[in-house]
């Protein structure tokens, strides 16, 4: 499935291109992904609501096509399609949208293949269609929850749900939003409003209006820049095709897993350099903007649609909270749209609801069997994670939840498991993952197997109403048991997703 570029390709981007050693659109990918920073700024210089719909239109349809050329044009039917099922049959807006969109995704990674062309350092539309697929799903399930009662509703759908049908004007708006398809994150078109029209902490008149978002946004560009040049330092070294090499065979198993982590890492920093171009771009044009401090300090916040918080994703000690800090807007979404809608109103949600959400993540990302790989194995990563919470919950000695050795003990086991799945992401294919998890004699499949057996075998005692208590402050604290009031954007919180270990920057 190949699109042309009517675009005309100038003597000075194929010499760039040559020099840096990519394809032209891959540096016209990454001019507009740099452009959309300075045309967020733009964004905030505009009062008027229309003329700022009409700006992120044209904007980002610039922005888009410019690298993908008449790519585009598969944004469109999804898009209409959606667009009439919500205007035409609201009652069943978001099945029909989960139908058209998810299965109309699945199409375009079938026909592009595109693991393989992302694996291969090629561009291909299917990245921005994910984010679009993210972007249609939601909006047209809020428009649908606004038909029912508020106590039908959990408190995030109460506050993104949708009393009105959106405009076409403001749906493109939203759908291409200066260049968010690029790579995301995806939002809720609830907030989007509101930011548009100035309204909720975005008013002129509130009490403490937005202040300047000029430093925020270029030390997100900086950091953008930090996470470029760490990944470009090491990648040479650590990348996917060092765990296909031959020498990888011939190195001791502790030095095999050291280079399962720092190939599992080393990619990790691409997804955070894209994720904070991208939250520039936001911050600058002041979507960001979530409030201030709660102890009443001075200081901003923007995190509103933060996407990763690098340092709680490398030093996590509990794979439960690894959605709570990576890709954390998808994980919301799988969170809000999937695990939620899965789990039986008023009961504990069941291990098939994090294991559906994380094959549907898997099928998101496409059809390779090295992401099923992943996806699976981390639903299971997840559980044994919140089953040690459990034991913690339990145990005589509460002390042992903050005791160094324990945590340290508790990160090696958190980083070992998630990069021993990651390398099966990063190869795609199923005979290559399956040597490289063999070489390391399966250790990580073992450890969460054990933790699961003896969960079976010796489940952890029901902890006492004040151990439970005492325990909320725990670094452990289990991600699929956050209240919605603390995932809330509103509140600056992550979306605590019990699925979604996503490695893409999508």
């Known amino acids: 499935m190949v699109y042309a570029n009517p675009i005309p390709v100038s003597q000075w981007e194929t010499d760039l291109a040559f020099s840096l050693g990519q394809t032209v659109s891959m540096l016209r ?27 992120s239109v044209t904007t980002g349809l610039a922005l888009v096509y410019f690298p993908f050329g008449n790519g585009i044009v ?69 428009y649908q929850d606004g038909l029912r009662k508020d106590e039908e509703l959990t408190e995030y759908q109460r506050k993104m749900k949708l009393e009105r049908m959106p405009s076409l004007l403001e749906y493109l708006s939203y759908v291409f939003a200066s260049g968010n398809l690029l790579a995301g994150p995806n939002f809720e078109m609830a907030d989007y409003l509101k930011f548009i029209e100035g309204r909720g902490p975005w008013a002129p008149n509130a009490s403490r209006p937005v202040p300047s978002s000029w430093q925020p946004g270029l030390v997100r560009l900086a950091k953008a820049m930090l ?76 995190d509103r649609y933060s996407n990763t918080r690098i340092r709680k994703v490398e030093l996590c000690t509990s794979a439960a909270e690894l959605a ?32 559906l959400t994380q094959i549907v993540s898997g099928i998101w990302h496409g059809l390779f069997p090295g992401y099923a790989m992943f996806f699976v194995g981390s639903a299971f990563m997840f559980d044994s994670a919140k089953i040690i919470y459990r034991y913690e919950l339990s145990s005589k000695y509460p002390w042992l939840r903050t005791f160094v050795p324990w945590l340290v003990l508790k990160w090696i086991y958190t980083a070992l498991c998630l990069n021993f799945l990651a ?18 004699h399966f250790i990580p499949l073992f450890l969460m197997g054990a933790v699961m057996l003896t969960n079976i075998v010796n489940p952890p005692r029901k902890p006492k109403s004040g151990q439970s208590k005492s325990a909320s402050s725990s670094p452990t604290k289990d991600a699929s048991v956050v209240s919605a009031k603390e995932r809330s954007p509103d509140l600056g919180k992550a979306a605590a997703a019990a699925a979604q270990g996503s490695l893409k920057a999508e």
Request: aromatic fraction near 16%; proline fraction near 4%.
């Open 74 to 142: 598969l944004a469109v039917l999804p898009s209409l399609l959606t667009y009439v099922a919500m205007w035409r049959i609201r009652e069943y807006a978001s099945t029909l949208a989960w139908l058209v969109d998810f299965t109309y995704l699945i199409g375009c990674h079938v026909t592009a293949a595109s693991g393989t062309a992302w694996k291969q350092g090629r561009l291909d539309f299917t990245g921005a269609q994910m984010v679009l697929t993210l972007k249609l799903i939601s909006l047209a399930s809020c």
């Open 324 to 355: 709570a800090h990576w890709n954390i807007c998808t994980g919301s979404f799988l969170r809000q749209y999937v695990y939620v809608r899965l789990t039986p109103k008023g009961r504990k949600p069941p291990f098939r609801a994090m294991l």
């Open 227 to 302: 996470c470029l040049g760490i990944h470009m330092s090491l990648v040479p070294y650590f990348s996917p095709l060092t765990l296909e090499a031959d020498s990888f065979y011939e190195y001791s198993l502790w030095r095999r897993l050291l280079i399962m982590y720092a190939a599992g890492t080393v990619a990790r920093y691409k997804y955070y350099f894209a994720w904070a171009i991208s939250e520039a771009g936001l911050i600058m044009s002041g979507f960001c903007f979530n409030g201030y401090a709660e102890n009443g300090a001075s200081d901003a916040k923007w």
């Open 423 to 440: 390398s099966a992401f990063l190869l795609l294919d199923f005979w290559p993952s399956l040597r490289v998890w063999r070489s390391v």
């Open 29 to 55: 990918f990454a001019i507009a992904f740099f452009a959309s920073v300075p045309i967020g700024a733009g964004l905030r210089l505009i009062k008027d609501p229309k003329a700022r719909h009409i700006y």
